[in-house]
């Protein structure tokens, strides 16, 4: 989320750059933090690059859904964007005990969240050899499209917006 959040700060109505932006950060951000879990602490035994590869989805879909909202509504998606991922989608991911351990609807709410589809994919890679990765990764995916649509939605709003411009036209005072 803090990607979305320095991006729009730094970045305001560069909506292209933003989504650059998010989608390197989330990229780069996976392939360190999968460093970090697997060499520096020991957490998963599992092939790194499988790894790596699942959690830039979790990071992305996290930083498309905040920069989309952020996009379209102001810097109140912002706070809506902190308050479904860290106060909504962290408590119903599962991710300290295993999402089974949720009571019923939250367990499976949160696995549609992207935290918790994040978290999901990391376990079934780290130690299931990839199985039942496909629903949170199809769930993660579905996250950056949504936060890409908001995105499409606030460029065209302010296509709209923006005052016609005369044509430049050589010769012509």
């Given at each position: 989320?803090?990607?979305?959040a320095l991006?729009?700060?730094?970045?305001?109505?560069?909506?292209?750059?933003?989504?650059?932006?998010?989608?390197?950060?989330?990229?780069?951000?996976?392939?360190?933090?999968?460093?970090?879990?697997?060499?520096?602490?020991?957490?998963?035994?599992?092939?790194?690059?499988?790894?790596?590869?699942?959690?830039?989805?979790?990071?992305?879909?996290?930083?498309?859904?905040?920069?989309?909202?952020?996009?379209?509504?102001?810097?109140?998606?912002?706070?809506?964007?902190?308050?479904?991922?860290?106060?909504?989608?962290?408590?119903?991911?599962?991710?300290?005990?295993?999402?089974?351990?949720?009571?019923?609807?939250?367990?499976?709410?949160?696995?549609?969240?992207?935290?918790?589809?994040?978290?999901?994919?990391?376990?079934?890679?780290?130690?299931?050899?990839?199985?039942?990765?496909?629903?949170?990764?199809?769930?993660?995916?579905?996250?950056?499209l949504i936060?890409?649509?908001?995105?499409?939605?606030?460029?065209?709003?302010?296509?709209?917006?923006?005052?016609?411009?005369?044509?430049?036209?050589?010769?012509?005072?």
């Amino acid at each position: 989320m803090i990607s979305a959040a320095l991006l729009s700060l730094t970045m305001k109505k560069r909506y292209g750059l933003r989504v650059i932006g998010s989608l390197s950060f989330s990229v780069i951000a996976g392939f360190l933090v999968g460093a970090i879990l697997q060499f520096g602490f020991g957490t998963f035994d599992a092939n790194y690059w499988e790894l790596s590869l699942i959690l830039p989805r979790g990071i992305g879909g996290t930083s498309m859904f905040v920069l989309g909202l952020e996009s379209l509504i102001g810097y109140a998606g912002l706070g809506l964007g902190a308050v479904l991922t860290l106060f909504v989608s962290n408590p119903l991911s599962g991710i300290a005990t295993g999402w089974q351990w949720l009571p019923s609807p939250w367990d499976m709410i949160g696995q549609y969240l992207p935290i918790g589809a994040a978290g999901n994919a990391a376990r079934s890679v780290g130690f299931f050899d990839g199985a039942g990765a496909t629903h949170s990764v199809v769930t993660l995916i579905v996250w950056v499209l949504i936060g890409l649509g908001f995105v499409g939605l606030a460029t065209l709003k302010d296509r709209k917006a923006a005052p016609p411009q005369r044509p430049n036209r050589p010769g012509r005072a």
